[in-house]
């Protein structure tokens, strides 16, 4: 397609079950972000992708959280164990040569 | 590293009225600046960016922008606001190299919230 596609664009999911978050890019950009917003927050970067290596991935909250990237298309954000403060929308972003194309995310709620 | 601060979390005006976003950023090298809009519910839409060049840059919507290098700011502006443009803000930046790797750093958000 011509735009970032997230999948699912909603989760519920119950705590302590593992999930795991899609994003497929624009065809041909190399760079892709992923992103973390909880209500009423700003943007916490989680991770960033150059190809299928991942030269940035301070931002991970923690061991539970990881992501990887095939091919150097589509990219999976998985969480294991999840806890009630990730909830928030994950937002996947695809970077052209300067910009960032955002996706419309995924809203994760876990109860 | 690079960061980005956003001045005002909150901004109320009426319509019609002229508003003014406020950004500065810190980075030791050149960066590329952006604002990005989302309104309730929806993703990030890019409204405008600094590249090179010109240092006022216009976007969508009849925003714009002025990179101050000296100020290290890049303030969003636009001259009368509809009600349509209430949404949250947000800056960023990111530094300037030759390949598309590297992290994209954005300010807080300053929710935009338009009265009749």
């Known amino acids: 397609g011509a735009g970032v596609s997230q999948s699912p664009s909603n989760k519920v999911t119950e705590k302590g079950k593992d999930v795991e978050l899609r994003c497929d890019p624009i065809?041909?950009?190399?760079?892709l972000y992923w992103y973390r917003q909880s209500l009423g927050q700003g943007l916490e970067f989680l991770i960033y992708?150059?190809?299928?290596?991942?030269?940035?991935k301070s931002g991970l909250p923690s061991d539970r959280f990881s992501a990887e990237r095939t091919g150097g298309s589509v990219s999976t954000l998985t969480i294991q164990r999840t806890q009630q403060e990730d909830s928030a929308v994950y937002l996947c972003?695809?970077?052209?040569?300067?910009?960032?194309?955002f996706g419309q995310g995924t809203r994760l709620t876990v109860v | 590293a690079q960061s980005v601060t956003q001045l005002d979390s909150q901004v109320p005006v009426f319509e019609e009225a002229p508003v003014e976003l406020r950004c500065n950023y810190s980075?030791?090298?050149?960066?590329?600046l952006f604002w990005y809009v989302q309104y309730p519910n929806q993703g990030l839409q890019l409204l405008l960016k600094?590249?090179?060049?010109?240092?006022l840059v216009k976007g969508i919507n009849g925003f714009e922008a002025e990179f101050n290098k000296s100020q290290t700011s890049f303030h969003l502006r636009k001259p009368s606001v509809h009600i349509s443009d209430t949404a949250e803000y947000f800056c960023?930046?990111?530094?300037?190299?030759?390949?598309?790797?590297?992290?994209?750093?954005f300010g807080e958000g300053t929710q935009l919230t338009v009265n009749p």
């Open positions: 960023a930046v990111r530094i300037r190299q030759e390949t598309s790797g590297s992290r994209l750093t």
């Open positions: 992708f150059q190809g299928n290596s991942a030269p940035d």
């Open positions: 972003a695809s970077v052209g040569r300067t910009e960032a194309f």
């Open positions: 065809s041909g950009h190399t760079a």
């Open positions: 600094y590249l090179s060049g010109s240092t």
């Open positions: 980075s030791s090298v050149s960066v590329y």
